[in-house]
């Protein structure tokens, strides 16, 4: 069963460096043909698609995030992690993990979700 599980703080002031974790079970992060993807939901709004690390370890970012975003991934471990630089009030809302297969578009595991929080 696959399942995935964000982690990290739920509290960052603003000008830092969110870092959050998704911990991934039941499925190696390196199997073909999936793409680990991080999407947000901000207050209101539709979800936002932020970017992915795929099986390879190939990086693709939103164009809008793509200066302030980076998501790397510890395969030993079998997690991978998005770090937003910069933060502004206007990033805080909930942040979720997810699994894409051969970038459908189409995620079928999601992890429960994060709320985060910026403080200035």
């Known amino acids: 069963q696959v399942q995935l599980q964000e982690s990290g703080p739920g509290l960052v002031k603003s000008s830092q460096t969110l870092s959050l974790t998704c911990n991934v079970s039941?499925?190696?992060?390196?199997?073909?043909?999936?793409?680990w993807t991080w999407i947000r939901q901000p207050p209101g709004k539709g979800l936002e698609w932020m970017g992915y690390?795929?099986?390879?370890?190939?990086?693709h970012y939103s164009p809008s995030l793509k200066s302030r975003t980076s998501i790397s991934r510890n395969t030993s471990k079998n997690q991978f992690t998005l770090q937003l630089n910069s933060v502004t009030p206007e990033d805080a809302t909930v942040y979720y993990c997810?699994?894409?297969?051969?970038?459908?578009?189409?995620?079928?595991?999601w992890g429960q979700g994060t709320q985060v929080t910026v403080s200035s």
């Open positions: 997810a699994r894409d297969t051969e970038l459908s578009v189409q995620y079928d595991y």
């Open positions: 039941g499925v190696p992060i390196t199997a073909n043909t999936y793409y």
């Open positions: 690390i795929s099986y390879s370890g190939s990086t």
